[in-house]
């Protein structure tokens, strides 16, 4: 039987559920000039008073079950519209701003591998990249960064984002579908974060199977595993890191590391392993 959740609390529920800036919060989305201002200094004074305040709705959260996270009727609606449209449910939920995985700024991991010179070079790719956050943090004149969501609407709202930022020839974005893209040039990196949970768990051989074809052979998929849990049902599905083994090794994918997040938002702590990947063609080497 499902518990009765006074509303407040349930929207501090999913609010940590996925660990986002609260839809009714009124700090999403941020003003467009103070993304790269928030990356740089994400180390320090944001990323702490974002902590802050994600750990005080965890605390909230680790007193109730998975059950009455799942009675959110927020969350019960981005699954409703993916359950009666597979492909428009998307672009649905960011129509009626129904975002709850958007952090609104980029993601810290990613920016701290940016700006200690961690990441490969060259062109790299985020697929899902939902509202740009990530795309617009790691561009740079040695890094063109492509961005590609199947909602027109992320798309709209990645470009009106960060069209003005200072670094906004370096990046683009696209309104594709992953699956069946065909690019003309293929990647040196691709970055994975809350894509691999948000499509369907029989899509993810498909998924491995894209990775590989879009990266260059020496080429590095980035893999921010979230969330590590054991609830059933989604979007977001449970991920595991056996989870992203199973479809990567056989596309002679191997884990070159996989970490404990230290840099995931409060609510994600614990959830999150960053792993990186590269391509091994000798079967001798997996
Ligand atoms: C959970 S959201 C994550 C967005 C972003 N990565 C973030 O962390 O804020 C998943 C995103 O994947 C996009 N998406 C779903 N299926 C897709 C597909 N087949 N091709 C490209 N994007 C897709 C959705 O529109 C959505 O923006």
């Known amino acids: 039987m499902l518990a009765v959740v006074p509303r407040r609390l349930q929207r501090r529920l999913v609010s940590s559920f996925f660990g986002f800036t609260p839809f009714a919060g009124g700090t999403y989305p941020p003003p467009t000039r103070t993304i790269l201002v928030q990356a740089s200094n994400i180390s320090s004074t944001n990323k702490n008073s974002i902590s802050t305040k994600m750990e005080k709705q965890e605390q909230q959260s680790n007193k109730t079950s998975s059950t ?41 991991v990613m920016v701290h591998l940016h700006q200690t010179g961690a990441l490969p070079k060259g062109r790299a790719l985020i697929p899902g990249c939902g509202s740009g956050h990530d795309v617009a943090a790691i561009a740079c004149p040695e890094r063109y960064v492509v961005g590609v969501d199947i909602s027109d609407k992320a798309i709209k709202r990645a470009i009106e984002l960060s069209s003005s930022l200072p670094n906004a020839d370096y990046f683009t974005f696209s309104k594709t579908d992953f699956f069946t893209w065909h690019p003309t040039e293929l990647f040196d990196l691709i970055f994975d974060y809350t894509f691999f949970c ?45 989870d992203y083994e199973e479809v990567l090794n056989p596309m002679r994918f191997k884990a070159v590391s996989i970490v404990e997040n230290d840099l995931a938002i409060g609510p994600r702590k614990g959830r999150e392993k960053l792993g990186r990947w590269k391509k091994f063609i000798s079967q001798s080497m997996m």
């Open 198 to 242: 948000a499509i369907e768990p029989d899509m993810r051989s498909a998924w491995a199977s894209q990775m590989k074809y879009l990266l260059k052979p020496d080429g590095e998929l980035i893999t921010l595993m979230f969330p590590i849990s054991d609830y059933v049902g989604g979007p977001p599905y449970k991920v595991s890191v056996a």
């Open 68 to 108: 009455t996270i799942k009675s959110n009727p927020g969350l019960n609606k981005v699954q409703e519209l993916m359950r009666s449209d597979s492909s428009d449910g998307w672009d649905k939920c960011w129509e009626q701003g129904l975002t709850p995985w958007d952090l609104g700024q980029p993601t810290p």
